[in-house]
T-cell receptor, first 113, second 113 residues
Framework: SQTIHQWPATLVQPVGSPLSLECTVEGTSNPNLYWYRQAAGRGLQLLFY??????ISSEVPQNLSASRPQDRQFILSSKKLLLSDSGFYLC????????????FGPGTRLLVL | SQKIEQNSEALNIQEGKTATLTCNYT??????LQWYRQDPGRGPVFLLLIRENEKEKRKERLKVTFDTTLKQSLFHITASQPADSATYLC????????????FGRGTSLIVHP
C-alpha cells in the first residue's frame, strides 16, 4: 500500500532563515505531487504541483520554491522566511493526473518568529 | 472567479442525531465534488466523491447529495458519534479540467455525548 511521509512534523524558525521541508511517497511510481499551505482559519492554498521529476508548476508567486529531485520526493524550500510563511504545510499525492482524489501527508507545522 | 462557501461557524449536535453540513459554490460547473475529513493537526482524509450526474452517494453512515441547479452539496452523518467531531472540507475540481481540487475552508463539527 501507499504511504506518504513529511518531515519535520514541527518547525520553529526565525524570520530570514532558510527552509527545507521534505515529502516522500512509498508504494507507487510517478505520482503527481502537491504542496499546500493551510493558515489558521483559512482553506487549503495550493502552492506547487509536480507531474514528474524536475517538473514544477507554481500557483502563487512568493518566496517559496519547490523541487522534485527524485520520482517520489518533493521538497519545499525558502531562502529567507517571512512571518507570513507560518502555517500548516501539507504534501499530497495522487497516482494519475485524471484521478480525482488526493491523499495527504501528516503535515508540517511551521512557526516563523 | 470560483467561490466555495462552507459555514464558518461550528456545528454542534448531540450524539445520535444527524449532522448536515453544507457546501455552496458559485461561478462553477464542477464535474465532481469531494468531501474530506480533517482532524486537528492532521492532513485531510478523503471520504466521498460524487459526480455531476449523480444525485446521491452513500457510504456507511455518510450520505452526500449534489444539486447542480442549486449549486450545493449536503453532507450528512447519521447516528453521529463524538468520534465524528472534526472539520469537514468540501472540494471541487477547478475549471479547465485540471483535476486539481479547490478546497473550501471547512466546517467544524462537534458531537456532544
Amino acid at each position: 500500500s501507499q504511504t506518504i511521509h513529511q518531515w519535520p512534523a514541527t518547525l520553529v524558525q526565525p524570520v530570514g532563515s532558510p527552509l527545507s521541508l521534505e515529502c516522500t511517497v512509498e508504494g507507487t511510481s510517478n505520482p503527481n505531487l502537491y504542496w499546500y499551505r493551510q493558515a489558521a482559519g483559512r482553506g487549503l492554498q495550493l502552492l506547487f504541483y509536480s507531474v514528474g521529476i524536475g517538473q514544477i508548476s507554481s500557483e502563487v508567486p512568493q518566496n517559496l520554491s519547490a523541487s522534485r529531485p527524485q520520482d517520489r520526493q518533493f521538497i519545499l524550500s525558502s531562502k529567507k522566511l517571512l512571518l507570513s510563511d507560518s502555517g500548516f504545510y501539507l504534501c499530497a499525492w495522487k497516482g494519475d493526473p485524471a484521478q480525482e482524489t488526493q491523499y495527504f501527508g501528516p503535515g508540517t507545522r511551521l512557526l516563523v518568529l | 472567479s470560483q467561490k466555495i462557501e462552507q459555514n464558518s461557524e461550528a456545528l454542534n449536535i448531540q450524539e445520535g442525531k444527524t449532522a448536515t453540513l453544507t457546501c455552496n459554490y458559485t461561478n462553477y460547473s464542477p464535474a465532481y465534488l469531494q468531501w474530506y475529513r480533517q482532524d486537528p493537526g492532521r492532513g485531510p482524509v478523503f471520504l466521498l466523491l460524487i459526480r455531476e450526474n449523480e444525485k446521491e452517494k452513500r457510504k456507511e453512515r455518510l450520505k452526500v447529495t449534489f444539486d447542480t441547479t442549486l449549486k450545493q452539496s449536503l453532507f450528512h452523518i447519521t447516528a453521529s458519534q463524538p468520534a465524528d467531531s472534526a472539520t469537514y472540507l468540501c472540494a471541487l475540481d477547478r475549471t479547465g479540467g485540471s483535476y486539481i481540487p479547490t478546497f473550501g475552508r471547512g466546517t467544524s463539527l462537534i458531537v456532544h455525548p
